[in-house]
């Protein structure tokens, strides 16, 4: 009887144990980031002032770039994700790429210029002032209509971004596709 009592247990413990974990699984799913964006929550984006780049050489967001001292907050721009590949792209088609630009720091990170490199790069930032521990979404748009090329042609384009991180006023995200006919 005491071996019986003790499978009971064991299959009570089991079922409390399994319980557990699908009440893990359910958190985790609910508290999950977005895949494949680089890890936020849509409550973490900040909308306001966007910036836009619709040529090469950039457009300047018209924000006054704040410069802090060294022992006050500062700024941390974070890309977690600074490549993305689209693979086969059709002429007439267009191929759109979302990057997550972070604050890490403890200071208003403004990003003051988006530098596209090539004249078939479109760059759309949802706000060009991002508050400590936020996020804005980087949107990349290739227009392969506007390649000057022959084709086929594996192409990998980048947008340059300037911003008041004192660390890195300087940083990159990179696109590639595949432009065919």
């Not at 619709?54 to 500062?74: C, I």
């Not at 988006?114 to 990349?140: H, N």
């Not at 384009?157 to 911003?163: A, H, N, P, Y």
Request: aromatic share 8%; hydrophobic share 40%; proline share 10%.
């Amino acid at each position: 009887m005491g071996v019986r009592k003790g499978n009971l247990f064991i299959r009570a413990g089991g079922g409390v144990f399994v319980v557990a974990l699908l009440m893990i699984g359910l958190w985790a799913f609910i508290a999950r980031p977005v895949s494949g964006a680089g890890g936020y929550r849509p409550g973490e984006v900040e909308y306001g002032q966007p910036l836009s780049s619709t040529q090469p050489g950039g457009v300047e967001s018209g924000v006054l770039v704040v410069s802090y001292p060294f022992d006050g907050p500062q700024p941390h721009l974070e890309l977690p994700v600074y490549f993305s590949d689209a693979g086969r792209v059709k002429v007439g088609g267009q191929a759109h790429y979302t990057f997550v630009v972070r604050n890490t720091g403890n200071g208003p990170l403004i990003i003051r210029r988006l530098y596209p490199t090539c004249a078939y790069l479109r760059a759309e930032l949802t706000a060009s002032v991002i508050p400590p521990g936020r996020v804005a979404l980087l949107t990349v748009t290739l227009d392969p209509a506007q390649y000057p090329g022959e084709l086929p042609v594996r192409i990998r384009r980048g947008v340059i971004i300037q911003s008041n991180d004192p660390r890195s006023p300087e940083s990159e995200v990179w696109v590639q596709a595949m432009i065919v006919p």
